[in-house]
């Protein structure tokens, strides 16, 4: 059965730094895109980051997070991390990944064309 599973989130202080993992289990990355997505309290799912299959990087829909926020995964193509710097209240949300296989869904905001979603992982910016 294939699973994402997030890990990494927590309560950090404004301009602090966190690194958000999503590990996949029951299948590697050779055929999967990889996303990360947020959701803050009454807010719709926002799309973060995007790695390919080929490892190819882009930003989804928030352009304001492409020079904090970096995607990558590790060699043996089993987890996907997301590090975050300079830490803003605005970014406490619950952060998700999501998987698509192929290129079809490749940079794609939309959550429909994603397979496979992990539980999430709460990520508070307070002091």
């Known amino acids: 059965q294939l699973q994402l599973v997030e890990s990494g989130g927590g309560l950090v202080q404004p301009g602090g730094s966190l690194r958000l993992s999503c590990t996949v289990l029951?299948?590697?990355?050779?055929?999967?895109?990889i996303a990360w997505f947020r959701q803050a309290p009454g807010k719709e799912r926002e799309g973060v980051s995007c790695?390919?299959?080929?490892?190819?990087?882009?930003?989804i829909d928030v352009d304001s997070v492409k020079d904090r926020f970096t995607i990558s995964r590790d060699r043996a193509k089993t987890t996907v991390y997301l590090q975050i710097e300079a830490l803003a209240p605005e970014d406490t949300a619950v952060y998700y990944c999501?998987?698509?296989?192929?290129?079809?869904?490749?940079?794609?905001?939309?959550?429909?064309?994603?397979?496979?979603w992990g539980q999430g992982t709460q990520v508070t910016v307070s002091s």
């Open positions: 999501a998987a698509s296989y192929g290129s079809r869904a490749y940079g794609s905001r939309d959550v429909d064309r994603y397979d496979y």
């Open positions: 029951g299948f590697t990355l050779d055929y999967y895109a």
């Open positions: 790695i390919s299959a080929g490892g190819e990087t882009t930003t």
